[in-house]
């Protein structure tokens, strides 16, 4: 008991555990009288100067699990998949609107001195800075992990790049598809004898995002027990290697190049999309007893015991014939047909289905995979929703995606305490440097003031 108590109070002391009325309020520990939807990460303020997808994707999913997330854009433009479109809902992105609710956002020009200061002021508040700048770039302006760190040690420092801190590449832009290139997804994603393929969404931005969500969490763990934040170094490069599991296994172990296999499996047979009458239906084969039952099913039990198919192996290795028998079957139902026949056979199956198919899917309905929001200027929205659930509180009443710096005044006012006239002395300045760098941008600010609203968005 003293010894935890010992904890206890050095851990307050480190600003760990905070008592009411702090500023921080990260594991408190202290009693709760309404917990049964206390999110996780409740009291965590993260500082989010990403953009675009791996980084804006990473602290959604924090802002899910209860995390203050402050998002810094550039006045007058904001971040770049603001314009990414069509398709726009009014002039939002449906781009930006899919990665970006349970977010704050305050339009900074981080060029400008006065801009460094504020997020200075704000990084000393927050527990977690992200940023995903090429390295050095936010060092120059006296935002890089060294100049935060003196001032908030306590922060979990996390850099998004394309390929590292150092190294014969970090000096590049980091894109999903030159890293799905380079890192060797795109070499084995696309059909047998066809060109290389992207994926159909940025996959190596999004396991990135991940990467880093885990990484951040695994972080403030850190700081909860050293007492010091800590720098993550996150890149797409790492991320997408890291992905490559099996295949790079096939080839660090036993030097076997990979290939293209399209919808198929290089080491299991059968395991692919089979075209039907009407579709396609994906169904695997994973073991000797699902191989059996699928012959049965097919109505070609001679296959069962035939000497080419009794094992995986050998199903690999005759791969070509036993797919051509297989192919000529499925070609003879309705895909509808073969959902019935499979269902409850335990063998792993499902149609190809496109978007409408998807959100009409029963199991997608049931798991709450459609998140509603109101949005400000276009109204309801609906995005994909948290892929997870957690028994002890909801992850739904999310907030929506925010306007270009509908939060600035919010932000400077109630979080850094700044009063009315140093506010509108840096929103006149911020306006006249957007105006400038973006003359386009007038119409904008002066019409619905989307950069810089004088009135304060929970």
């Known amino acids: 008991m003293l010894a935890t108590l010992a904890r206890v109070a050095t851990l307050r002391r480190t600003g760990l555990l905070s008592g009411p009325g702090s500023r921080r309020e990260l594991w408190t520990g202290r009693p709760q009288s309404d917990t049964d939807n206390m999110k996780p990460l409740e009291g965590v303020k993260i500082l989010d100067l990403t953009r675009v997808l791996a980084g804006p994707f990473a602290t959604m999913n924090l802002g899910d699990l209860g995390a203050e997330v402050i998002k810094v854009e550039r006045p007058g433009a904001g971040d770049d998949t603001r314009t990414w479109g069509p398709p726009f809902v009014g002039t939002e992105s449906t781009y930006f609107l899919s990665v970006n609710r349970n977010k704050k956002s305050i339009a900074v020009n981080i060029k400008d001195p006065n801009g460094v200061k504020i997020i200075k002021e704000l990084a000393a508040i927050c527990d977690v800075f992200v940023e995903n700048y090429v390295p050095g770039k936010l060092s120059a302006l006296g935002l890089g992990y060294a100049d935060i ?66 990484a951040i969490m695994a972080g403030l763990i850190q700081r909860y027990k050293t007492g010091k934040g800590l720098f993550i170094d996150c890149n797409l490069l790492s991320s997408q290697v890291a992905c490559l599991t099996q295949v790079a296994a096939n080839y660090l172990i036993a030097r076997k190049e990979a290939k293209r296999w399209g919808t198929a499996h290089g080491s299991i047979v059968p395991y692919q999309a089979f075209k039907t009458k009407d579709g396609y239906l994906v169904v695997g084969a994973g073991n000797n007893l699902q191989f059996a039952t699928l012959c049965k099913i097919m109505n070609v039990p001679e296959l069962i015991d035939d000497c080419k198919y009794k094992t995986n192996h050998l199903r690999v290795q005759n791969r070509k014939e036993l797919i051509r028998i297989l192919s000529a079957r499925f070609e003879e139902a309705m895909t509808s047909e073969w959902l019935h026949r499979f269902e409850g056979s335990g063998i792993p199956y499902g149609p190809i289905n496109n978007m409408k198919n998807v959100f009409a899917e029963p199991q997608v309905l049931h798991n709450g995979l459609v998140m509603e929001m109101k949005h400000p200027t276009v109204g309801k929205i609906s995005v994909p929703g948290p892929a997870v659930r957690y028994s002890k509180f909801k992850m739904s009443e999310a907030r929506p995606p925010p306007l270009l710096g509908q939060h600035t005044t919010y932000i400077l006012k109630e979080v850094l305490r700044y009063d009315d006239k140093a506010i509108g002395l840096i929103l006149q300045i911020m306006i006249l440097k957007a105006l400038r760098e973006n003359p386009s941008s007038r119409l904008n600010i002066l019409s619905r003031s989307s950069v810089f609203p004088h009135t304060a968005h929970h």
Do not use: W
Not at 186 to 197: A, K, N, R
């Open 149 to 214: 760190d003196r001032i908030a040690p306590h922060v979990v420092y996390c850099s998004i790049t394309g390929y590292g801190q150092t190294g014969p590449l970090c000096q590049r832009a980091g894109y999903d598809a030159v890293a799905s290139a380079v890192s060797g997804l795109m070499h084995i994603t696309g059909p047998e004898d066809g060109d290389p393929v992207r994926p159909g969404v940025a996959m190596t931005d999004l396991a990135t995002g991940l990467y880093a969500c885990g």
